[in-house]
């Protein structure tokens, strides 16, 4: 968020400068936890795998990705709530439309019930996500009794 100033300068004040600075929010949390959820298999399974004679590929499909999955969706749903702060960001420092800007627009007015209707909007764009992200995560893990 930090560099968001640097981006807007660099790419311009079209969308693809926002789409960059989404992007460096939101990557890091879906990285990290997939690294982690991929280097975290029992080890007792992949010994199972090669002794069975599976391949790389095999492996990482019936053991290493259905392991991982939880992690990932973790980590997406953390970049959810990152990914929504990145575009205020982005719209805040270099736009002159969007909700961002209709912040800023509404702040400099001192018009307090825009800038609550603004974050109302930006609330429940926030909720529907997540409710889109937790269909998702339980269609795809399925297996998972937590989500139950």
């Known amino acids: 968020i930090a560099i968001a100033p640097l981006i ?8 693809g400068s926002k789409v960059i600075i989404v992007a460096l929010v939101a990557i890091f949390p879906v990285l990290v936890n997939t690294i ?3 280097k975290s298999c029992d080890q007792g399974k992949l010994d199972l795998m090669r002794s069975l004679g599976a391949g790389r590929w095999e492996t990482f499909r019936t053991v ?43 702040n400099f007015q001192f018009d307090v019930a825009r800038i609550f209707a603004v974050l109302v909007v930006l609330g429940v764009f926030g ?16 297996w998972n009794k937590s989500l139950s």
Do not use: C, D, T
């Open 8 to 15: 807007i300068i660099w790419a311009g004040y079209g969308i």
């Open 36 to 38: 982690m959820g991929l």
């Open 64 to 106: 290493r990705l259905p392991n991982a999955l939880p992690f990932i969706f973790a980590g997406l749903n953390v970049a959810i709530v990152l990914a929504i702060l990145g575009s205020i960001v982005g719209e805040f420092v270099g736009s002159k439309a969007g909700l961002g800007n209709l912040i800023l627009e509404a």
């Open 127 to 142: 909720v529907v996500l997540s409710l889109i992200m937790r269909m998702a995560q339980s269609h795809f893990l399925f």
